[in-house]
């Protein structure tokens, strides 16, 4: 009898290889997460101790004001800036990644190198969408309700993933395009704050001065906070979801182009 040996199984190839591959990078992304008190205490940590401090310090005031609870619109304003806080630690990780001996041991193994990207993309995704779950959940304690059934429940989640998705490809462009890892921060660190202290979320539209409120009104965390209430407390939502709709897509869009060049150029080297 002759003895056989039966061969390795194939590598997948195409779009389910390019998947595959990428699953194994978001999951590596995601362990790193877990393990590193710093960025769970920054993208977790100190937006919760923000919403019970904003709570206990305004929560009576707007009350008495607008006849709602401050949790209504403060806990989908943490999600998003949950998500915004993202971008810098992601990007730095990224930017670490793709310029040290990690990316290029990658290169060397018969992957594709978009697995890389896709896989902290996707990684990242799942990180913004779990702590939303935690954070929504954990606002539960306050008062924060989804009043307005699961499919607006559901929509809701899917909005702060086109928001997370908008979140990930920012930390992409900023990754490849930096110099060096402090210049990410001086980047990213400005305009998230702006947008959010001057948005609807903090302070309802009627308390910005007039020549500044429909500045405030269109920008898209403003627009994402209306959304979201609107999916979770009630009130006006066709308009501010087409925004946010816009406003994510576009700016993901726009850094996919960016993204394609930048990366193309790095493999290339």
């Known amino acids: 009898?002759?003895?056989?040996?039966?061969?390795?199984?194939?590598?997948?190839?195409?779009?389910?290889?390019?998947?595959?591959?990428?699953?194994?990078?978001?999951?590596?992304?995601?362990?790193?997460?877990?393990?590193?008190?710093?960025?769970?205490?920054a993208t977790f940590g100190f937006p919760l101790l923000q919403l019970f401090m904003l709570l206990a310090a305004f929560n009576i005031l707007v009350h008495d004001t607008l006849?709602?609870?401050?949790?209504?619109?403060?806990?989908?304003?943490?999600i998003l800036i949950t998500a915004f806080s993202a971008i810098g630690s992601s990007a730095i990780a990224f930017w670490v990644d793709i310029r040290s001996g990690v990316f290029n041991r990658l290169r060397a193994m018969p992957i594709n190198a978009l697995s890389m990207l896709?896989?902290?993309m996707l990684g990242d995704l799942v990180r913004i969408l779990g702590i939303a779950v935690l954070v929504a959940a954990i606002a539960y304690l306050p008062g924060f309700r989804f009043?307005?059934?699961?499919?607006?429940?559901?929509?809701?989640?899917?909005?702060?993933?086109?928001?997370?998705?908008?979140?990930?490809?920012?930390?992409?462009?900023?990754?490849?395009?930096?110099?060096?890892?402090?210049?990410?921060?001086?980047?990213?660190q400005l305009p998230t704050l702006a947008l959010t202290l001057m948005s609807s979320g903090y302070m309802p539209l009627d308390?910005?001065?007039?020549?500044?409120r429909s500045v405030v009104a269109a920008q898209p965390v403003s627009t994402a906070v209306e959304a979201l209430v609107g999916l979770s407390h009630g009130g006006p939502l066709l308009v501010p979801m087409l925004a946010t709709v816009a406003w994510t897509v576009g700016i993901s869009v726009l850094c996919a182009f960016v993204t394609v060049r930048k990366f193309r150029n790095f493999v290339a080297g």
Not at 152 to 160: D, H, P, R, Y
Not at 207 to 212: G, Q
């Open 1 to 41: 009898m002759t003895a056989t040996t039966s061969a390795p199984a194939a590598l997948p190839t195409g779009a389910g290889g390019l998947w595959a591959e990428s699953r194994i990078i978001a999951g590596r992304v995601l362990r790193l997460f877990v393990r590193s008190p710093m960025m769970l205490l």
């Open 67 to 78: 006849g709602e609870s401050y949790v209504v619109r403060l806990a989908p304003l943490i």
């Open 118 to 120: 896709f896989g902290r």
């Open 147 to 188: 009043e307005q059934g699961f499919g607006a429940a559901v929509g809701f989640f899917v909005l702060v993933a086109l928001f997370g998705l908008m979140c990930t490809s920012i930390a992409v462009v900023a990754a490849l395009s930096a110099p060096y890892p402090p210049v990410i921060m001086a980047w990213v």
């Open 207 to 212: 308390a910005y001065p007039s020549a500044i």
